[in-house]
Each structure stands twice: as structure tokens, then as C-alpha cells.
């Protein structure tokens, strides 16, 4: 079964940084990766999907890229609403999410 | 607008059942395959199971394959979730979830309803 690993678990950065978060997969998974962020009592946002293609209505300063086994999700201009968790998810196989990334304000 | 509203959670003994429901409006329900994840409490998303867009093809994770069924009414939009045998660890907000994939197998989840709290204690 595939698995998916995301990295850092956490993360503290500051607003009008950039960060990055990695996920990686136990076996290629093409570029069927999504990207999703989720704040407290709410239900997950979809952000990226196809590794790339940002949904609408998401803002630009989100972007994914990768296909195979590694990929990332960039943030730029961090603004105050982007401390969330973020988790990735496959679906070259039976779906699967990874373990989250926990973002806070530094 | 698209719109998903779970309901049917509750507090349940170990081995007990529960059902669960999802009404959708906003968009055409029998053209897109449905999920169902889960969170329990402070911990991430965990897939659940998945039907396609006309029922025929149902996958579930492991954990709860035997013990849960989906289904779905495309005349109610309505998607189900049909829990036996529950168990302690099955405690969590179930959400639904539609796929963004037209009539195809599993994609991106692009809209996702509240989630209803099920509790399995006795």
C-alpha cells in the first residue's frame, strides 16, 4: 500500500514569509496529489489538485508542484489567515491523506 | 451554491449501528462519485470509503470494510453510510465529500460538507 509522508509535522513561520511543505509517496503516484488546508472546526479547503492546478478562488500565493514520489506545496506572502493545517492526499490508488502539517505564527 | 449537510451522528454503544446521510444540492449529484472521510478527535483525515457517481462501484479503507456500507439515492441526492459494529476508535467527525471528477473513478475532494460527530462509548 502506498504511503504518504509529509514533512515538517510543524511548522512556526511569520507573516510575509515563504514556506514549503513536502510530501512524499512511497511509490509514484503520477501527479494524482492534492492539496488541502483546514482550519479549526471547519472542514478541509481544497487548495491544489493534479499537483499543480490551483482551484478557484484560491489565491495565487499557493503553489504546488511535483509528480512521481516528491512534492511540494509553496506558500509566498504568508497573511494571517494562512495558519492552518495542511495535508496532502493521493489518488493514483485508493485515496489517502497524509499526516498533516501544522502551521503557526512564529 | 454547491452544498453538502450531513446528518444521523450521535452517541452509540461499542457494536452498535449507526446511519449516516448527506443531502446535496447545488449541483447535478448523479454525475459525480461521493466520499466519506473521517478525524477523530486532534488527530488528521483519514478516508473512509467511496461510490461512484451511479453506485454501481463502492471501495472502502480497510479498517471499516464488512462492518460499513455507502450508498447513495440520485432521485433524493441523498449518500448514506450505513455503520455496524462499531467500535471505540470509529469515534470521529465523518464528513462527505464530493469528488471534482466528472463520472470517473476517485479525484480531488472539492467540496466538503460540516461533518456530524459520531461517538462510539459506552
Known amino acids: 500500500a502506498i504511503q504518504l509522508t509529509q514533512s515538517p509535522s510543524s511548522l512556526s513561520a511569520s507573516v510575509g514569509d515563504t514556506v514549503t511543505i513536502t510530501c512524499r509517496a512511497s511509490?509514484?503516484?503520477?501527479?494524482?496529489l492534492a492539496w488541502y488546508q483546514q482550519k479549526p472546526g471547519k472542514p478541509p479547503n481544497l487548495l491544489i489538485y493534479?499537483?499543480?492546478s490551483l482551484e478557484s478562488g484560491v489565491p495565487s500565493r499557493f503553489s504546488g508542484s511535483g509528480s512521481g514520489t516528491d512534492f511540494t506545496l509553496t506558500i509566498s506572502s504568508l497573511q494571517p489567515e494562512d495558519f492552518a493545517t495542511y495535508y496532502c492526499?493521493?489518488?493514483?490508488?485508493?485515496?489517502?491523506f497524509g499526516q498533516g502539517t501544522k502551521l503557526e505564527i512564529k | 451554491q454547491m452544498q453538502l449537510v450531513e446528518s444521523g451522528g450521535g452517541v452509540v454503544q461499542p457494536g452498535g449501528s449507526l446511519r449516516l446521510s448527506c443531502k446535496a444540492s447545488?449541483?447535478?449529484?448523479?454525475?459525480?462519485?461521493m466520499h466519506w472521510v473521517r478525524q477523530a478527535p486532534g488527530k488528521g483525515l483519514e478516508w473512509v470509503t467511496f461510490i461512484r457517481y451511479d453506485g454501481v462501484n463502492k471501495y472502502y479503507a480497510d479498517f471499516v470494510k464488512g462492518r460499513f456500507t455507502i450508498s447513495r439515492d440520485n432521485s433524493e441526492n441523498t449518500l448514506y453510510l450505513q455503520m455496524n459494529r462499531l467500535r471505540p476508535e470509529d469515534t470521529a467527525v465523518y464528513f462527505c465529500a464530493k469528488d471534482r471528477r466528472y463520472q470517473v473513478l476517485w479525484g480531488p475532494l472539492d467540496y466538503w460538507g460540516q461533518g456530524t460527530l459520531v461517538t462510539v462509548s459506552s
Open positions: 492526499q493521493q489518488f493514483n490508488s485508493y485515496p489517502l
Open positions: 447545488g449541483f447535478t449529484f448523479s454525475n459525480y462519485g
Open positions: 511509490q509514484g503516484i503520477r501527479s494524482a
Open positions: 493534479d499537483a499543480s
